[in-house]
């Protein structure tokens, strides 16, 4: 492929590069802002060679390249080099709640900063392993190098923070860091100690007071600072004269930004993480049980609404401040364990091999800590399951919290995390965890496996009706084709194979006639009439392709029942097609279904079926 070639056809069919205002890529996408997307040549983009596909969703118009976009985007650059990580302004309103809006951005600013914690914690929890088995000398210098570098992503967690935060807020990322800096300057952090050790004293800026505060491990002051250089920065471009602009418009921010963040906004949101840690402390006195218990009884319910990641902090704020947490995690763990405990127990059960299959692999998923797929494919689904986890959850929960367990580093909470209650130089927390874990398997296990009821088989074989459980961050994909499920590595055809076009599933089919999989809108038609693309309601973007390399059939043998936007419920028929006559022809009719806007979602799930009847539920897409 020549990419500067497509390149230079790419600019000139999205209307040349004074009608692109931003671009940037992902795994297969250029996703350009457009100034008028109406000047843009689609169907010429769509036919063009080395060039997907084509949609518009968000304010974005996005190129589907494949794995080869790394490689097209920089010839776009060397065209057009102030494009370089400039991101437009999406024109779509945000019609979502005050709730969701905090929530989600929550979780875009703690979620990349996971690993870096997690590694960190692991690394104290055999730094603790070593000690408590005279391993290891708390004196020597081996320890000593070992602590610091697990301390290194705790101490600098504000810098962790600045970037992400930043990348959330759309900001500078480098000035964020820098901003960060700031509040872990060492020579901020000795004018602080100096206070502190002699009793009195003051710090001032420009004669404006200073709290005598530091800002190591801190999770909230940094968040608000970079929420704040968000409005500061544009201002600051706004007022800054155009020669000068380089290094006016940085100056300003950081002047601004800094000098606040220390007199003010460090302060305030080191007093709201102290108000925090000092609550928990208070109701952790009160009772020690109730936090755990709640959150290990009804975590399902947290995370089937996605409110589960406003918790997250709070257990994050609870080490940085005190060193250990005793409610959050711990009664996350009880909840996980018990989630993955009554899904395993449907897969011991059911005789139905779909429903085992699924059950026995989202169950073991579950007590390794990622319950996504034992809450919607098992537990939501049959609620039995879901009554169990919350009963065990609970229970193991209150063990826990009765005991006080501390979580000293964190983590997805599961077994593997286990090593997380290593702390204090002693193994008592992780005794205690370890009973809590088993106490809320085996509730769980046991109460699901007397409650679970196989469903009757002729509701699971009724066609195209779906016995679902749908929120806001999840899609159900139901099966379109009669056929054998099978996964995507078995079609013969790189782009599917590899999953460069998205994840998802492949039907083998035995009756030629495609239904709708959801409710939505069919947004892309083609006149080989051998493929099909469909939206959701809820944004997923769907390629149905019937057969390999069947566009050289040019529609002999296909026949639309639909058009372009119209909308469509779950069943609608969509398209028939001469199955034998397809195969007399040579070609394979296996047919690919792929999420085609797969890198925006977190998860998809799918399901292998010997054999699967229009209707039944073979995919999850997940936020």
């Known amino acids: 492929m020549n990419y500067q070639e497509l390149a230079d056809k790419i600019i000139d069919n999205v209307g040349g590069e004074k009608n692109i205002s931003g671009l940037t890529h ?127 992503a705790f101490y600098f967690l504000p810098i962790l923070l600045a970037a992400s935060s930043a990348q959330k807020f759309k900001t500078n990322m480098y000035l964020a860091m820098m901003v960060g800096g700031i509040l872990l300057h060492p020579n901020f952090t000795g004018m602080v100690n100096a206070i502190k050790e002699a009793g009195e004293g003051s710090i001032h800026l420009f004669g404006l007071p200073v709290s005598a505060v530091s800002y190591g491990s801190s999770v909230i002051p940094i968040i608000l600072s970079v929420w704040f250089m968000s409005y500061v920065e544009p201002f600051a471009d706004k007022i800054s004269p155009k020669v000068i602009k380089f290094f006016s418009k940085p100056l300003i921010t950081i002047a601004i930004v800094g000098t606040v963040s220390l007199v003010v906004i460090g302060p305030i949101g080191y007093l709201i993480s102290d108000a925090i840690s000092n609550g928990i402390k208070a109701l952790e006195e009160f009772s020690p049980w109730l936090v755990p218990t709640i959150i290990g009884a009804f975590t399902p319910l ?66 390794f800590g990622i319950t996504e797929p034992a809450l919607y494919g098992v537990n939501l689904r049959y609620k039995t399951p879901l009554y169990a986890a919350m009963i065990g959850g609970g229970i193991g ?71 679902e459980v749908q929120t806001d961050s999840t899609t159900n994909v139901v099966n379109p084709i ?32 495609v239904y709708a999989p959801f409710s939505g809108t069919v947004t892309a038609v083609f006149d080989s009439k051998h493929a099909i693309g469909l939206t959701s309601d809820s944004g997923v973007e769907l390629l149905i392709h019937v057969g390999i390399d069947t566009v050289q059939l040019d529609g002999d043998g296909y026949k639309y029942f639909v058009e372009k936007d119209q909308k469509v419920t779950t069943g609608d028929k969509l398209l028939e097609f001469d199955l034998e006559k397809i195969k007399e022809k040579g070609y394979n009719i296996i047919t690919p279904v792929v999420v085609t806007n797969t890198v925006d979602f977190g998860d998809v799930i799918t399901l292998t079926s010997p054999l699967s009847d229009p209707g039944e539920q073979v995919m999850k897409v997940i936020r």
């Open 482 to 513: 009669k056929g054998e499920i099978t996964q995507l590595s078995a079609v013969e055809d790189g782009m599917f194979s590899e999953e460069i076009l998205g994840k998802g599933f492949a039907v083998k089919p035995i009756e030629g006639v």
């Open 26 to 152: 992902c795994a297969t996408r250029l996703r350009f802002n457009l100034k008028e997307e109406k000047k843009a040549e689609t169907e010429t983009l769509k036919n063009m060679a080395g060039v997907m596909g084509v949609v518009s969703k968000g304010g974005q118009y996005q190129v589907i390249i494949g794995s080869d976009v790394g490689s097209v985007y920089k010839e776009i650059l060397k065209k057009v080099p102030t494009l370089d990580g400039q991101q437009g302004t999406s024109v779509e309103k945000d019609d979502r709640g005050a709730a969701a809006k905090v929530i989600d951005t929550i979780t875009g600013i703690f979620t990349p900063i996971l690993p870096a914690i997690t590694a960190a914690g692991m690394l104290k929890a055999v730094l603790s392993l070593l000690v408590v088995f005279n391993a290891i000398d708390k004196t020597g210098q081996t320890y000593i190098i070992i602590d610091f570098m697990a301390d290194s």
């Open 302 to 367: 947290f995370v089937a609404t996605g409110t589960h990641y406003g918790l997250v902090p709070i257990g994050i704020n609870n080490r940085m401040t005190t060193g250990y947490d005793t409610v959050i995690y711990p009664g996350m763990l009880a909840s996980n364990l018990g989630q993955g405990a009554a899904a395993l127990a449907v897969g011991f059960k059911s005789k139905e091999s779909s429903v085992k299959q699924l059950a026995s692999s989202a169950g073991l998923t579950g007590l």
């Open 397 to 467: 929960g209150l063990f826990m919290g009765i005991m006080r367990v501390k979580n000293f580093t964190g983590g997805s909470p599961g077994l593997l995390t286990l090593p997380s209650y290593i702390g204090d130089d002693t193994l008592k927390h992780l005794y205690m965890a370890c009973i809590g874990a088993a106490i809320s398997i085996g509730i769980s296990f046991v109460v699901s496996y007397i409650l679970y009821k196989e469903p009757k088989v002729e509701e699971q074989s009724e066609k195209n009706v779906v016995n």
